[in-house]
Each structure stands twice: as C-alpha cells, then as structure tokens.
T-cell receptor, first 114, second 113 residues
Framework: DGGITQSPKYLFRKEGQNVTLSCEQNLNHDAMYWYRQDPGQGLRLIYY???????QKGDIAEGYSVSREKKESFPLTVTSAQKNPTAFYLC?????????????FGEGSRLTVL | DQQVKQNSPSLSVQEGRISILNCDYTNSMFDYFLWYKKYPAEGPTFLISISSIKDKNEDGRFTVFLNKSAKHLSLHIVPSQPGDSAVYFCAASAATGGFKTIFGAGTRLFVKA
C-alpha cells in the first residue's frame, strides 16, 4: 500500500536535546511538507521541498532543520533553539502533476518536551 | 497575518440536516481551495477542492461554493451523518512558490444522532 509513514508516533524529549522526526513516502511524490499543529490552531508550515536536494522555509522555520537527500525521505530535526517544540507534527506529500495542490498526510508524530 | 480564517471553532448539527462550514481568505493569488477532514491523532485527509475560476464543485454529499468577490467559501454536507463528526480544515494553495498551502484553524463538526 502506498502512503506516508511518520515515526515515531510519540516522542518525549528533555529540554536542550535535538530530536529528528522521520517521514518516508512510497507514493513517488516529488514535493514534501512539514506542518505543525497546536491545540485550537490550524496547521502551520515549517519547511517544504519540491525536489530532491532543495527545500524552502515555511512560516515558522526557526528552530527547525530539514534535509532532502532522497525523494522518499524528508526528516525534520527539532533543535534546542525551538522555544516551544511540544506539538503534533504532520508530514505531507504532493504529486507535482496535480495542480490542485492536494496533500497526502502521514499519521503524525506527537512531540512532548519534559 | 491569517490569510485563511475559519471563524467558527465548532458547529453542532442534527443527523440528516445540512452542515455548512465557512471560510474566508485574504489573498487573491490563491489558485485552489481545499477542504480536509481530520480525526484526533490522525493526519488530515483530503475531502474536496475547487479551482479559483469556478464557483461550485460537488462530490456526493459534499459541495463547495466559492464567492471570489467576497473572498469566501463554504462547504455544505447534505445529509449530515454521525460519521461526519470531525475537524474540518479549509486550505488555500498557490501554484507559484510550490503550492505552499495555508490552512485555517479548523471547525469541529458534531453531528448528533
């Protein structure tokens, strides 16, 4: 079955630690995205990548970093510089040929900072 | 600066009746508007979309209406079913800049049996 796999589903981190959230897709999609959801708020864009070895900052990129070395993978690192990292993180992908901009989402990763 | 706004945090509807979810936007450059449905602890799933050059798109029980002059769109669900209870996100995307998609804050729909 094609889809997007995010891991881990739940993650706990101590303050000052970097953590990396994994996102893998086997949909052969070119574009991939990372969003963050906080309670009562919509999804806010952190980073996105349209092709391998290229990515752009979204609206809230500070304290995060990404890489796109393979088409299938778009890992997100939450660094110690991110002041409020506790949130639900969603990875998504999109077929470049589909011009509606429809996104396919993973199940999400919930990060809690202790 | 919220480019996409959903002003109603929640909506309660009786089963069988119509649910109307509203969304306003500020940027005239959006090419497509989309609605996503989300259950707790899951990723959103795509529901229906509409091009900025159209004013209506229908898919089964779901219809999206777009009023460009008012920068307003709405999602109609008829008839509403208990399984429709979820959070609905309005989103807008622009082809320029790699379809950077902006989401509203969401509206939680409760459909009562």
């Amino acid at each position: 079955d094609g889809g997007i796999t995010q891991s881990p589903k739940y993650l706990f981190r101590k303050e000052g630690q970097n953590v990396t959230l994994s996102c893998e897709q086997n949909l052969n999609h070119d574009a991939m995205y990372w969003y963050r959801q906080d309670p009562g708020q919509g999804l806010r864009l952190i980073y996105y990548s349209q092709i391998v070895n290229d990515f752009q900052k979204g609206d809230i990129a500070e304290g995060y970093s990404v890489s796109r070395e393979k088409k299938e993978s778009f890992p997100l690192t939450v660094t110690s510089a991110q002041k409020n990292p506790t949130a639900f993180y969603l990875c998504a992908s999109r077929r470049r040929e589909v011009h509606t901009g429809e996104l396919f989402f993973g199940e999400g990763s919930r990060l809690t900072v202790l | 600066d919220q480019q996409v706004k959903q002003n109603s945090p929640s909506l309660s509807v009786q089963e069988g009746r119509i649910s109307i979810l509203n969304c306003d936007y500020t940027n005239s450059m959006f090419d497509y508007f989309l609605w996503y449905k989300k259950y707790p602890a899951e990723g959103p799933t795509f529901l229906i979309s509409i091009s900025s050059i159209k004013d209506k798109n229908e898919d089964g029980r779901f219809t999206v209406f777009l009023n460009k002059s008012a920068k307003h769109l709405s999602l109609h669900i008829v008839p509403s079913q208990p399984g429709d209870s979820a959070v609905y996100f309005c989103a807008a995307s622009a082809a320029t800049g790699g379809f950077k998609t902006i989401f509203g804050a969401g509206t939680r729909l409760f459909v009562k049996a």
